[in-house]
């Protein structure tokens, strides 16, 4: 991706792509965690239907007995190689093009037009696509369309031109509207792009939630891409974690070719499809939160949507729990459970991890009980959380809040290094934190760079967590 940059009107003050990179997935590879060394908790239940296999940690492998705690656990769900996969997934993807009156600032539709004829050229011989805009309201330019209709498909790219104001919800519903014409076999995707706050038709962020979400039920995912300075960073993120699909913040409209094919590309290697934890917790644990997905509190844990599982690349949850180990030699501290629909077939696969850890009697053996891989992970997640609620205060005027809640959260980070054993494997992004700090000391939240600022530290804590 190409490189980027904010300038505030303050002297000296310059946020380079290293600072604030528009997709950090792929711009900012995040540390490879150290693995963990002579692990000695004893190894949970595990169990799989399907294809889709999971782990599940504890941060120690021991607990004091009668010691109450807080601890953290992971859940690791790995996805099949794309080697083992029988051929590319087919796509039905729909772009959904913002192209009120925004749009034409900065060249974004100019970029949004071009990033749409890059992704025509570039569909596999199998793919559709389809083009839906909206403005004061949808407009279906092009139904789902193989390759052969490219001309077709370019001439509707063509006709865009930016006016009105920005109908999210009609635009969303106009494009689920011809779900059902999606091929038996392949993976629908609705791509939604915004510059800009919905404020026409159906505006309310519950209704547009549930929108997303009554496409994943149906079968097509939603995912969601953000451009500029000026849309709603968390109404789209929500949008996506509805619709099982992915959220991108793109400062610069140059990267949206880029984020487009991500999306084809992705798409084409789903492994699995509706993906749902169930965090079940045993008695003397005691669920705190879960860090960086969306989680819905059951009368036993959590229930976390995943959305689409691809293959080669597993997913990682973490969850901050108190625990409170009484009698027996072992100790759960949840049970994962996962339900998906499957790769090739409309059925439902399953897949199970216990994470588990030894009870003693021993003060100084439960303390040195390290699990060096969970304990740096979740270092980093918590670490990005705290990130995450100090750009919230900083959009609020709040510099020394934000200020305090950065400091705690590269302190977080080091403190995991150091229990982890593992020295600098997080050094990048706590550096990546030193700039956000120097940001919020130079840039007033309003300005440009602030902006960027809110909107990156949001989508990192989304990524860097997952």
Known sequence: MNGWMWTAGLTGLALTGAALAPRWGLTSPSPTPHAPVGSTAPAGPASATGPVTMTAALDRDAVLRGRSEVRFVT???????AASQTARRDVDLQLVLDVSGSMADAGKLSQAKRSAHYLIDHLAPNDRLGLVTFSDAARRLAPLATPEDRTRLHAAVDT????????LYDGVQTALGSRSQVRDGAIGRIVVLSDGHANVGRTDPGDLAALAAAGQVAGTTVSTVGLGLEFNEDLLGAMADAGGGSYAFIGDAADLAATFADELTSASAVAARSAVLDLR????VTGVEVLG???TRTATGWTVGLGDLYASTP?????KVEVTAEAGDVFDAVH???SYVGDTADTVDTASATARARVTDDAVDADGAINAAVTLMAGRAEGYALLERSTR??????VDQAQQALSSAMRRMKDAETAADATGALAEEVDEMRLQSATYDQAAPTSDAGKAAIKDGKEKYRVRTR
Request: hydrophobic share 45%; net charge neutral.
């Open 75 to 81: 859940v690791t769900i790995t996805p099949p190689a």
């Open 160 to 167: 865009l031109f930016a006016a009105g104001g920005t109908n």
């Open 281 to 284: 917790l045993p008695p003397g």
């Open 293 to 295: 997905w969306p989680a």
């Open 315 to 319: 997913r990682t949850v973490v969850a």
């Open 336 to 338: 994962a459970h996962l």
């Open 393 to 398: 205060a900083y959009a609020t005027g709040d």
